[in-house]
């Protein structure tokens, strides 16, 4: 039995809550910068991380050149020990940030799909709705066919006896100068997800939109037809912040905010969030990266910091049953290596964070 849920079940078991369908479903957030040539978005985190106090970051399959280069551009072979590294520490799935197909930021769900051990962890999209609906509605509605394809796949989570899980980052964006020209739009494309899911077999779609403010976040999926609200990360823009300080932050402040709206949710548990590398470095599809406070970051946790989070995530789903009926947790993050929040086997940490996921099984 997985390990995580093994744990989940044994806290839900002491609660008085047993039934096998009330155990949560554990995912966790995939950005892919870390497969590539060395070009484009994949050349800049590597700039971001051969700083050499941000070295230690890097993915366990990153290769130190020098006193301050890295090269970090996974393949096949690095897939595969992903999924046995996330399997084995008891993740169920993977929510994958979706780029253009052609685009390098996709390579690494391609070769999850291609991956012959892919079956021991689900994926599913967490989609950026600026991408999705840049270009204006025609251009949005025939990116939508590809994304019911990858509903299709076997390995594509689903929540609520079958429903295929999606998830929709600042859906305020839909509406952008640059994507579509209306709310009715934004309604029209998150239904087109629907009517196509529906008419190749599958079942309706949960949506989940996700941001910061959750009232803000609450209209929009109102507006727009989601059915829950969740958020990609927390940061409290505070500075030097211990974790412990951030847990109680994310557990009596960010969680309760998104409870109050009386929408359905899906709970963040968070390893934290450091984007100091991208401050320090620069990137290109945050032009005022360099511009924030070097000190505005919230430490790492240590393994028992994380396991106190990842116990109370679970025990608020069982809480709020009515506001958690996906029954998922989301964790922030899996390979978000330069901005702060990692599960992923290190150069620095080596499996340390998965680990924790183990040692949670003790408690």
Known sequence: MKMVRFLVGMIL?????????????????????????????????????????WQQRAPFFAQVVSTNKVEIRGGAEEIRREIDYAAGAGLDYWAFCIYAKNDNL??????????????????????????????GLTNALQRVPLYVEYMQRPEYQTVLGGRPLIYMLFPQHFTASYALQNGEEAAQLVQAFRDQARAVGLKNPYIVFQDYFPKKVDALRKEYGADAIGAYAANTGQHNMPYEQFRLYVEDEFWPSFFETGAEFVPLASTGFDMRPRIETGISWDPKATTYSINMYQEQPTPGEFAAHLNNTIALLKS???????????IYAWNEFDEGGWLCPTLGEGTARIDALHALELE
């Open 13 to 53: 078991l002491s609660t008085g809550c047993s039934q096998a369908g009330d155990v949560p479903i554990v995912g966790a957030i995939r950005w892919d910068a870390w497969y590539g040539d060395g070009t484009g978005v994949n050349g800049e985190v590597e700039a971001t991380l051969s700083v050499q106090r």
């Open 106 to 135: 996709t390579r690494a769900l391609d070769l999850y799909l291609d991956a012959p051990n892919r079956s021991r962890i689900n994926f599913c999209m967490n989609l950026q709705a600026g991408h999705l609906a840049g270009g």
């Open 320 to 330: 709020h049953p009515a506001q958690t009926p996906a029954k998922t947790i989301l």
